[in-house]
């Protein structure tokens, strides 16, 4: 079953080339056979410095039958560890052509599956948090890229990775989730109650947490906090998603089971302050899995104001991820990473600012629709 997406009116030149569909996909099949093969994902090499290692996916979904029926044709392919982009257009004398453009990344997958994307990628970032350092998921791409299932399997998967540690490794986790839309931090905890971000590190953001002990519990947990009666469709597509999870020694006296501290700073506990560093091996690890606005309302916004809000969220969500990349690649040099800008990229400081001694690994999932209708937004998210 493919993805459940509202199409818009289509334009003069969208008509035009699902007319010509048949053509352009003849010139396809030759300029897709023409490619490299796609290099085995097992590959890869690791970056060399653990401490700020960033990897950037992309994930091109399966086109669905009714898009296919449509002549909704494919314009993205894979071959890794590059996304390939066909964009379609007619010459003088209009005749269809395409024109290719790759777009590198550290994997790209071709309709993989979620077990795939997690045991290649979310491995290192539940180790990470569990050895007290940082770990930062955030999946991308508009709404009917299939995102959003990429995000809930992901979530999924890191909560039974991390609840099996914890058993182990006598450790407790706490949950967290949090709305951003706009200027506005709701804790989804809290009836949804507004939360104030605060630039302030002692003072930090406070949000209520729940213990959780297993996959089920917080299934239901997360089911009831995000139903369609407390986000809405329209919600979820123009909202920013934050789920937190917080690992601690069990019996550890730093922070009470039913409240938590800040998700932007460690160091606040209900209001208290806690004195001096810790050790790393005593450190809190924290886990933040995020699921990005729909790159498409950024123009679907009702109103001027909300899309230059998103707009800007995005953009500084961006120059806080190439900042924090150049600063590693670079550490002699300074690059700017603007989180104070926005109250998602404050929430998520702990995992985007390079001055701290913790460990730090973020992932960025780019979920594409393979087809010609949603080239534009695909190529953003590439972007």
Not at 245 to 270: H, I, K, N, W, Y
Request: hydrophobic share 35%; glycine share 8%; charged share 30%.
């Amino acid at each position: 079953m493919g993805p459940s997406k509202t199409r818009g009116g289509r334009s003069r030149r969208l008509e035009e080339l699902l007319a010509a569909s048949e053509e352009f996909q003849a010139i396809l099949r030759e300029e897709v056979e023409r490619l490299p093969n796609a290099k085995p994902i097992s590959e890869r090499r690791e970056r060399g410095d653990p401490r700020g290692d960033t990897l950037v996916c992309a994930a091109i979904r399966k086109q669905s039958s009714e898009e296919e029926a449509e002549g909704n044709f494919s314009v993205v392919t894979a071959r890794n560890p590059f996304v390939v982009t066909f964009e379609p257009s007619f010459n003088f004398k209009n005749q269809p052509r395409v024109h290719p453009q790759r777009f590198p990344a550290d994997i790209v997958f071709d309709n993989g599956s979620s077990d795939e994307v997690f045991q290649t990628s979310g491995g290192p970032l539940v180790n990470i948090a569990m050895a007290g350092g940082v770990g930062l998921f955030l999946s991308l791409g508009d709404t009917g890229s299939g995102k959003s299932q990429k995000y809930q399997d992901f979530l999924s998967k890191t909560v039974n990775a991390v609840l099996e540690k914890c058993r182990s490794e006598r450790k407790s986790c706490f949950v967290s989730v949090v709305e951003v839309l706009g200027k506005a931090v709701t804790d989804l905890m809290s009836t949804n109650s507004n939360m104030e971000v605060r630039e302030d590190r002692l003072k930090g953001t406070e949000a209520i947490e729940n213990k959780i002990t297993s996959v089920e519990q917080f299934g239901r947990l997360f089911s009831k906090v995000t139903r369609a009666e407390r986000r809405t469709d329209r919600d979820r597509a123009r909202a920013h998603l934050v789920c937190g999870l917080r690992l601690q020694e069990e019996g550890s006296p730093l922070v009470p089971a039913s409240r938590t501290s800040s998700m932007a700073s460690l160091a606040t506990v209900v209001g208290l302050e806690v004195e001096g560093e810790r050790d790393m091996e005593k450190e809190e690890g924290l886990l933040f899995i995020v699921e990005v606005a729909g790159l498409e309302q950024e123009e679907a916004a009702e109103n001027k104001r909300e899309g230059q809000l998103l707009g800007r969220s995005l953009t500084t969500l961006r120059e806080c991820l190439r900042g924090r990349a150049m600063s590693v690649t670079n550490p002699d040099q300074v690059h700017p990473i603007p989180f104070q800008q926005t109250p998602l990229t404050l929430l998520l400081r702990e995992a985007l600012e390079v001055e701290g001694m913790r460990q730090v690994r973020v992932l960025v999932l780019g979920s594409l629709s393979p087809c010609v209708e949603d080239l534009g937004r695909s190529v953003d998210t590439l972007g």
